[in-house]
């Protein structure tokens, strides 16, 4: 959940956002309760086995915490930017932007890691219905999540999906199926 304070950081930083009170006694109580959570798991863990381990998950989770934070405070600014004239671009305009940079980077990739079994089988070589739904199912998601970054904006997003997993966490815990 740290993601949601580099959210805000970079959200103040690169909008210009304004914290509220409220929003601001939410990120610090987010705060309190991540370090509550691991000074918990520090005591239970093995300290003579992990402390370079320790140091590098830090690095690592801060790092990512760093860029994901960034990445989304600066796709926010994207949807939300003006034209010259005053206007704004759709959200399909903006993700068609953004297809511009990964799709070629997607077949490249698939060249690169396939290309012997493209050449011998072809592109759509295993694609079913399942896998078609796949591919709609991710590319609503993506839909949506523009949506919300134009119309709610990152820090918001970020507290629905912490919300949504806590309530996945306990219908898996009540139903049984935590497995699954």
């Not at 949506?144 to 970020?158: C, D, F, Q, T, Y």
Request: proline share 1%.
């Amino acid at each position: 959940q740290s993601k949601i304070i580099m959210n805000a950081v970079f959200s103040l930083l690169l909008l210009k956002t304004r914290i509220t009170l409220r929003q601001s006694l939410a990120l610090i109580i987010l705060t309190c309760g991540m370090i509550s959570v691991q000074i918990g798991k520090k005591g239970a863990s093995n300290m003579e086995a992990g402390e370079t381990q320790t140091l590098a998950g830090i690095i690592v989770l801060f790092t990512a915490t760093l860029t994901s934070g960034f990445a989304g405070a600066y796709l926010e600014k994207m949807y939300k930017s003006i034209n010259t004239d005053g206007t704004q671009c759709s959200i399909w305009y903006k993700n068609t932007q953004l297809a511009c940079f990964s799709v070629p980077v997607a077949i490249v990739s698939g060249r690169i890691r396939d290309s012997r079994q493209i050449q011998l089988r072809g592109f759509f070589y295993g694609f079913d219905y399942v896998v078609l739904m796949i591919v709609c199912i991710h590319a609503m998601g993506g839909l949506i999540v523009a949506a919300v970054l134009r119309h709610a904006g990152n820090i918001l997003k970020s507290f629905a999906i912490s919300i949504s997993m806590c309530i996945c966490a306990v219908f898996s815990t009540l139903t049984g199926m935590e497995g699954v």
